[in-house]
C-alpha cells in the first residue's frame, strides 16, 4: 500500500524557514520521480517542484525558485522540501506526491499534507 508522510509544517514569520518532511513507504522510492504540491485556502493545487531522483537536479515552479530546495535520502525513503525566505503567499497545505510536474497532481495517493502558515 503506498504511503505518504508529510511532516514539519507549523506557522512561521514572514522571511524565516522550515524544513518539510516526506516519509513514503510501499513502492520504490528511490528511482520514482517525486513533488511537492501545494495547496493554498481556497485555490486548486499547485505545483512546487520535482525531484527526479538523487543523480539529477530539481526543478522548481518560478515562484519558489532560489527560495526553495527539494533533497531526498533514498535511504530513508524519504523527501524533504526546506522553504527560505517564506512569504505570506506561501501559505498553504504542502503535500508530496509521485510523478512530475504534471502527474503529480493527478495522483491518485495523497497524504494528509502539513499545514504551513506564514504570518507576522
Known amino acids: 500500500e503506498v504511503q505518504l508522510v508529510e511532516s514539519g509544517g507549523g506557522p512561521v514569520q514572514p522571511g524565516g524557514s522550515l524544513r518539510l518532511s516526506c516519509a513514503a513507504s510501499g513502492f520504490a522510492f528511490s528511482i520514482t520521480e517525486m513533488s511537492w504540491v501545494r495547496q493554498a485556502p481556497g485555490k486548486g493545487r499547485e505545483w512546487v517542484g520535482t525531484?527526479?531522483?538523487?543523480?539529477?537536479?530539481?526543478h522548481y515552479a518560478d515562484s519558489v525558485k532560489g527560495r526553495f530546495t527539494i533533497s531526498r535520502d533514498d535511504a530513508k525513503n524519504t523527501l524533504y522540501l526546506q522553504m527560505n525566505s517564506l512569504k505570506s503567499e506561501d501559505t498553504a497545505v504542502y503535500y508530496c506526491?509521485?510523478?512530475?510536474?504534471?502527474?503529480?497532481?493527478?495522483?491518485?495517493?495523497w497524504g494528509q499534507g502539513t499545514q504551513v502558515t506564514v504570518s507576522s
Open positions: 525531484s527526479v531522483h538523487s543523480a539529477n537536479l530539481p
Open positions: 506526491a509521485r510523478g512530475g510536474r504534471y502527474s503529480s497532481l493527478l495522483s491518485t495517493y
